[in-house]
């Protein structure tokens, strides 16, 4: 490959890797018609949208607690259809006292916190793993880099609350701790890569391996 060639390909892959995302709308909205699948959306007939397509009441009170203290509920177009093709979704998070965010990442989007109330260690890793973390409080917020390893902890007495926001209407979310150890990667690589013997791996497994 020629010098000029290869100028021209770092071009065109940094020009993508920065206009890669959701596409652009080519219409006001798209609320997605019932039968809607992921592969192929169809519009509902303009005439046939209410206010109630963009209006979302599920949020109100904190979801379900799991053992680590946290609760979250998301919301994307698989749920809220007025949302669709608009590249953005969010998140309601909730903390009791000492409840934890496990350390993970969004493979799609940037993530802005916002503090509804509480106090909230929060923070992300870099790839050159530098940490960035302090406590925020009610009315501040953080953003948290695309694709980067990022976590939160209620370090006050109360319950806290954070309301999400994604630049993606997918973001997605993959949490560490099960995505490492409860997952099928051969237990000799996580032996290895960890420096656990059969027993303790053994015991991390059954702790995250997904519940039927």
């Given at each position: ?204 497994k059954k702790k995250f391996l997904p519940t039927s």
């Amino acid at each position: 490959m020629s010098l000029r060639m290869s100028i021209w390909l770092a071009i065109f892959i940094h020009i993508y890797s920065v206009l890669a995302s959701d596409s652009d709308p080519v219409q006001d909205f798209c609320i997605p018609r019932s039968e809607f699948s992921s592969l192929f959306v169809s519009c509902k007939n303009s005439s046939l949208v209410t206010v109630e397509d963009f209006v979302y009441s599920g949020i109100k009170s904190p979801g379900e607690f799991s053992k680590t203290g946290f609760s979250s509920i998301p919301v994307s177009v698989s749920v809220f259809p007025g949302l669709n093709t608009l590249s953005m979704s969010f998140v309601r998070a909730d903390f009791e006292p000492g409840g934890i965010n496990v350390p993970h990442y969004h493979p799609r989007a940037t993530e802005t916190a916002f503090v509804l109330q509480g106090k909230i260690y929060s923070g992300f890793v870099d790839s050159r793993n530098r940490v960035f973390a302090k406590v925020i409080e009610q009315g501040e917020v953080m953003v948290f880099p695309k694709g980067l390893i990022h976590f939160q902890m209620n370090i006050g007495d109360s319950q806290a609350t954070i309301l999400g926001s994604f630049n993606s209407q997918n973001p997605g979310s993959v949490k560490i701790p099960s995505a490492v150890f409860g997952s099928d990667i051969e237990e000799e690589v996580l032996i290895k890569a960890f420096g656990l013997n059969n027993k303790e791996l053994a015991k991390l497994k059954k702790k995250f391996l997904p519940t039927s």
